[in-house]
């Protein structure tokens, strides 16, 4: 959420050297179209028709980031033969009962974005709401200028809708997994995947090979883009 393909642009660089990439837009985000409400059904089935148009479905291997990877978990369970591998960043495939996204959209649609004549305005504005400033470096790079006024790239309307759907997870048959290459990647300091979280990933996964980060957080494909690279390229070799 509040990211798009753009933010993996050096990793996707890098894996790009040995691997075709493409770098996905979700809807009501990057240059993706917006849509009234999101579910992780809808999500998978909008990358299932991109993955088809592209011819390959089935072949490719899919990695997502959090809820990327709720994205990315929903495609391989609903059709298991979907995908060749699947990369899953700290997120684990439950319901979240709390989370700080629905005040992260109340600040961002707080902003006075017509009185704000620049960035580090912005920014300044923002810093009260959230104080981490790769947060909110992260957070801003979805603004874009039209003519003299700054604009977002998000629906951020749309995604509040949502929320309720998105801190949920779709319901599959007990005995519905994905039985290809699986890797997640959590970073140490996040608490998105907890210990009583692994049996059901091995269940769902039987594949699945679960690798920490040592010092990374939530956002881990940031705080640590060389292992993340490092294990993504030795998944896709194997």
Same mark, same amino acid.
């Given at each position: 959420?509040?990211?798009?393909? %753009?933010?993996?642009?050096? @990793?996707?660089?890098?894996?790009?050297e040995?691997?075709?990439?493409?770098? $996905?837009?979700?809807?009501?985000?990057?240059? =993706?179209?917006? #849509?009234?409400t999101?579910?992780?059904?809808? &999500?998978?089935?909008? #990358?299932?028709?991109?993955?088809?148009?592209?011819?390959?479905?089935?072949?490719?291997?899919?990695?997502?980031?959090?809820?990327?990877?709720?994205?990315? &978990?929903?495609?391989?369970?609903?059709?298991?033969?979907?995908? =060749?591998?699947?990369?899953?960043?700290?997120?684990?495939? $439950?319901?979240?009962?709390?989370?700080?996204?629905?005040e @992260?959209?109340?600040?961002?649609?707080?902003?006075?974005?017509? +009185?704000?004549?620049?960035?580090?305005e912005?920014d300044?504005?923002?810093?009260?709401? @959230?104080?981490?400033? &790769?947060?909110? =470096?992260?957070?801003?790079?979805?603004?874009?200028?039209?003519?003299?006024?700054? $604009?977002?790239?998000?629906?951020?309307?749309?995604?509040?809708?949502?929320? /309720? +759907?998105?801190?949920?997870?779709?319901?599959?048959?007990?005995n519905?997994?994905f039985? +290809?290459?699986?890797?997640? @990647?959590?970073?140490?300091?996040?608490?998105?995947?907890?210990d009583?979280?692994?049996?059901?990933? %091995?269940? %769902?996964f039987?594949?699945?090979?679960?690798?920490? $980060?040592?010092?990374?957080?939530?956002?881990?494909?940031?705080?640590? /883009?060389?292992?993340?690279? =490092?294990? #993504?390229?030795?998944?896709?070799?194997?």
């Amino acid at each position: 959420m509040f990211g798009a393909g %753009r933010n993996w642009g050096a @990793i996707a660089r890098k894996l790009g050297e040995k691997f075709n990439i493409l770098l $996905v837009d979700l809807p009501n985000h990057g240059d =993706s179209p917006w #849509v009234e409400t999101l579910t992780y059904g809808g &999500m998978a089935l909008m #990358v299932a028709d991109f993955l088809h148009a592209r011819g390959i479905y089935g072949d490719a291997a899919l990695l997502g980031h959090s809820m990327g990877g709720k994205v990315g &978990m929903t495609l391989a369970l609903g059709d298991p033969n979907a995908l =060749s591998r699947l990369i899953v960043v700290d997120i684990a495939p $439950v319901t979240y009962h709390s989370h700080s996204n629905d005040e @992260i959209i109340d600040a961002l649609l707080a902003l006075p974005l017509d +009185a704000l004549k620049n960035r580090g305005e912005i920014d300044a504005a923002l810093a009260p709401s @959230i104080a981490d400033p &790769m947060l909110r =470096s992260y957070l801003l790079a979805n603004l874009r200028r039209e003519g003299d006024r700054f $604009v977002w790239r998000i629906n951020l309307a749309g995604l509040k809708t949502s929320l /309720p +759907a998105l801190l949920d997870f779709p319901h599959f048959d007990a005995n519905v997994r994905f039985d +290809a290459p699986t890797l997640f @990647i959590e970073g140490e300091r996040s608490a998105y995947i907890r210990d009583e979280d692994r049996p059901l990933i %091995r269940a %769902r996964f039987p594949q699945a090979r679960l690798e920490v $980060v040592p010092n990374a957080g939530h956002w881990v494909h940031a705080d640590a /883009p060389d292992v993340v690279t =490092s294990l #993504v390229a030795g998944l896709m070799s194997e």
